[in-house]
């Protein structure tokens, strides 16, 4: 059963990370993700009606496994006896190098650490992949006042559109870019090829057996005022290596079609 509760103490630190260092660099060798984005040559700017909400859309959460080198340069990280890619942002990039020249140094080891979940859904066949996006290490002074304190390894959290997708059987938590000055100047000055490539949403799967809202599913057959409501949500979820996704535990806040400014 999930419980709503209050807005839990603040993660500002690590949400403003994500949103000024969300590009995600992948070692040698590492694949692109292959998330739809949108056919459009020009960033269209989608706002909330209330310009002082505090609401961002966010995808982070700690992991604790056994993390090891592979290739030289890439990390992996083995959770539950499942084992995934590791990478990292423009903002973890030092920190990564560090932990690769740790790890070889000393050998493969358990760590906890806070990580963005990234999806590549291969819209061709059946179902998706998920890695992981390193954002720091919990045994850094950093980690002493950040999201480590509000969560528990393999809990998230997770906060955008609750919808359906084209090709993904489950319903996903839709994580788009927020909004700032900067990535708009950004996304006008790279062109339409590096602009779809930053601001392509992260499709996250999610079981959410009891949600408050229904999951918004477009209607080719009707009009646009027609649709149903597309709500904005967050919720705290545990990711489950055996199922290979992330389930819905507690929602934190109220559903609200109302969303953040964000950029498409």
């Known amino acids: 059963m999930v419980n709503k509760t209050s807005l839990p103490p603040a993660t500002k630190n690590e949400a403003q990370k994500q949103d000024r260092g969300n590009k995600v660099f992948s070692p040698k060798n590492s694949s692109s993700s292959n998330l739809e984005a949108d056919n459009t040559s020009k960033t269209k700017l989608k706002t909330s009606q209330t310009s002082e909400s505090k609401k ?4 982070i959460g700690v992991i604790e496994g056994a993390v090891a080198v592979k290739n030289e340069e890439q990390l992996t990280v083995t959770i539950e006896g499942q084992t995934y890619r590791l990478g990292y ?12 020249e740790e790890i070889k140094s000393q050998g493969s080891s358990i760590k906890k650490l806070s990580v963005y979940p990234q999806i590549n859904h291969n819209k061709g066949q059946e179902g998706y992949k998920i890695n992981f996006n390193l954002v720091t290490v919990a045994n850094t002074e950093e980690a002493r006042t950040s999201i480590f304190q509000d969560l528990e390894p393999g809990e998230f959290y997770l906060s955008g559109f609750w919808q359906y997708v084209s090709f993904c059987e489950s319903s996903v938590i839709a994580v788009l870019r927020n909004y700032s000055e900067k990535l708009a100047q950004t996304v006008e000055r790279v062109g339409t090829k590096k602009a779809r490539q930053i601001l392509k949403p992260n499709y996250i799967p999610v079981e959410w057996a009891d949600s408050s809202v229904a999951a918004f599913k477009y209607d080719p057959d009707v009009e646009k005022k027609q649709q149903m409501p597309r709500y904005f949500v967050r919720v705290k979820a545990k990711f489950s290596p055996e199922k290979n996704c992330f389930e819905a535990i507690e929602q934190v806040g109220e559903s609200t079609t109302q969303a953040p400014k964000y950029l498409k």
């Open 56 to 59: 961002i859309f966010q995808a």
């Open 89 to 100: 942002t423009a903002k973890s990039k030092q920190r990564y190098k560090a932990l690769v």
